[in-house]
Antibody, heavy 116, light 109 residues
Framework: QVQLVESGGGVVQPGRSLRLSCVASGFSFNSYGIHWVRQAPGKGLEWVAVTSNDATKKYYADSVKGRFTISRDNSKNTVYLEMSSLRVEDTALYHC?????????WGQGTMVTVSS | QTEVTQEPSLTVSPGGTVTLTCASSTGAVTSASYPNWFQQKPGQAPRSLIYGTKNKYSWTPVRFSGSLLGGKAALTLSGVQPEDEADYYCLLYYGETWVFGGGTKVTVL
């Protein structure tokens, strides 16, 4: 079945970096765009970034532009989110979601906590 | 900064009908905004219900429907069931960014 599994979350100090991974299975990975969406504790959903299927298009929310980088390795069915200069307000559960327009399948998420 | 606005909360009786709306600070929502709707229950990942204004997935219950209504995107729940109690989020597309609404908490009472 179609599945997305995130990993790489943890506790990190402000200003440090972290790399999240999203491993996909059950579908033709190189045919689909993948998004990252986050949810701070007790808050709503926030779109973070997207990569097209061939990585030629990458877009970011203003809140992370210049600090986060999305990439993908189609040989490993994996999308990455490289997060640098982390801030307390980046604390959230980070989900990846499949499809450039339809967000049809979501992973369970990986928790990132930015705290000194 | 583009904002997407939803009703913070709505209450509906079992078997009743409720309509959630999704408005854009940039003007009328159209099909070009490719409205998506998601359901989220406590402790769970969001589940996709509607894409492209009104299209359903194979898993979307028949009682859920999407539309455009008075310049907004809308999600209508007809014949509400107790298990429909959840948070509902809309998502709009703005060319190179996507923006979620703040969510609507639907209580079935």
């Amino acid at each position: 079945q179609v599945q997305l599994v995130e990993s790489g979350g943890g506790v990190v100090q402000p200003g440090r970096s972290l790399r999240l991974s999203c491993v996909a299975s059950g579908f033709s990975f190189n045919s689909y765009g993948i998004h990252w969406v986050r949810q701070a504790p007790g808050k709503g959903l926030e779109w973070v970034a997207v990569t097209s299927n061939d990585a030629t298009k990458k877009y970011y929310a203003d809140s992370v532009k210049g600090r986060f980088t999305i990439s993908r390795d189609n040989s490993k069915n994996t999308v990455y989110l490289e997060m640098s200069s982390l801030r307390v307000e980046d604390t959230a559960l980070y989900h990846c979601a499949k499809d450039f327009q339809a967000f049809d399948t979501w992973g369970q998420g990986t928790m990132v906590t930015v705290s000194s | 900064q583009t904002e997407v606005t939803q009703e913070p909360s709505l209450t509906v009786s079992p078997g009743g009908t409720v309509t959630l709306t999704c408005a854009s600070s940039t003007g009328a929502v159209t099909s070009a905004s490719y409205p998506n709707w998601f359901q989220q229950k406590p402790g769970q990942a969001p589940r996709s219900l509607i894409y492209g204004t009104k299209n359903k997935y194979s898993w979307t219950p028949v009682r859920f429907s999407g539309s455009l209504l008075g310049g907004k995107a809308a999600l209508t729940l007809s014949g509400v069931q107790p298990e429909d109690e959840a948070d509902y989020y809309c998502l709009l597309y703005y060319g190179e960014t996507w923006v979620f609404g703040g969510g609507t908490k639907v209580t079935v009472l």
